[in-house]
């Protein structure tokens, strides 16, 4: 099947557009998320409460028709709580599968800092394989499938930090960031008389969903890009002030993110331009820093915007 760019640019368009109908000036936060469905990657979204988290993957649900769960992380939510259980029935002796929150297509496993590393690791077999399994019973997941997590920078009392192999698993970490003030007198004579995401109609399915993933797949990527990426990717592993640098995985994601941006903007084929837009959100939260990087006041996203300077660009001959 041949890529059709401008049909994957046109139904991004009015996705974004509907999103916005709720969302205030988040545009690219939207096409972000949009890039990461297309991807099939998952999402971290690191802020403060009130920003408007929920609204928005709630907003995104509604407009692509998906099913959407939200699961509310506390230190007494259990494993069994996110991928289910089986459940034993005194009239037909048989159990039976009671699926947990993950059994849908978008889930929002909202402040996932707050539950225990064993619970959280119920989310890397579905994150990974799209699928959960419960009792040696392997159960696949809804397609598309999509993990939005969030979690509170600030409050660290009573929180668990996330391991490196979870992190790794999420193709992209973003921040919403406040609005500005004409912004938020927007949000307030928007939701002032009414919740406008109970109108939202859906503009887009399932099907356009996997249709875009199926196009993004075939999206044309040179050698040069390859090879610009896996130099991204080595750099942060020599520098002297990161413990642990970009995984293998980590490359293989900003490759998809990228060819996922490309089709969106239009094109059947990766530019430079799109590794370098999406370099922070895949790599920033994927590199450990040393003690005393630390203590020289390294920061992660100082470092990787470093390598937009150190590794050379490919240029078009």
């Known amino acids: 099947m041949a890529v059709n760019p401008d049909k994957a640019c046109a139904l991004a368009l009015a996705i974004e557009n509907n999103v916005s109908q709720v969302m205030v000036g988040k545009s690219k936060t939207i096409r972000l998320l949009l890039i990461a469905l297309t991807a099939g990657g998952h999402v971290l979204i690191e802020d403060v409460p009130g920003i408007g988290k929920t609204t928005l993957v709630t907003a995104l649900a509604r407009s692509l028709d998906l099913d959407f769960s939200r699961i509310q992380f506390t230190p007494d939510v259990m494993p069994s709580d996110v991928s289910g259980y089986n459940l034993y029935d005194q009239k037909t002796g048989d159990f039976i ?18 539950t225990s590393p064993k619970t959280q690791s119920a989310l890397l077999e579905a994150m990974q394989e799209n699928q959960v399994t419960v009792d040696q019973t392997t159960y696949e997941l809804p397609q598309p499938f999509m993990v939005m997590a969030t979690q509170n920078p600030i409050e660290q009392q009573g929180t668990y930090v996330l ?28 939701f002032s008389s009414d919740n406008p995401v109970e109108n939202l109609q859906p503009v887009a399915s399932a099907g356009d969903v996997l249709w875009l993933r199926d ?20 750099q942060t592993r020599r520098h002297p002030d990161v413990e642990l640098g970009a995984s293998p995985r980590a490359s293989l994601m900003l490759l998809q993110a990228s060819k996922a941006a490309a089709l969106l903007s239009g094109r059947d084929y990766v530019i430079p331009d799109d590794v370098q837009g999406l370099l922070h959100y895949v790599f920033d939260h994927r590199l450990l820093i040393k003690a005393e990087g630390r203590l020289r006041g390294a920061e992660t996203s100082s470092i990787v915007e470093s390598l937009k300077g150190t590794v050379q660009v490919p240029t078009q001959k």
């Open 163 to 190: 391991p490196e192999a979870q992190l790794d698993r999420f193709m992209f970490r973003m921040t919403l960031g406040y609005p500005t003030a004409q912004e938020e007198i927007n949000i307030m004579s928007r």
């Open 97 to 114: 599968f009671k699926p947990g929150a993950i059994m849908t297509q978008i889930l929002l496993a909202d402040e996932i800092n707050r």
């Open 215 to 234: 196009q993004a797949r075939q999206v044309y990527v040179a050698d040069a890009i390859k090879i610009y990426i896996t130099n991204l990717a080595q």
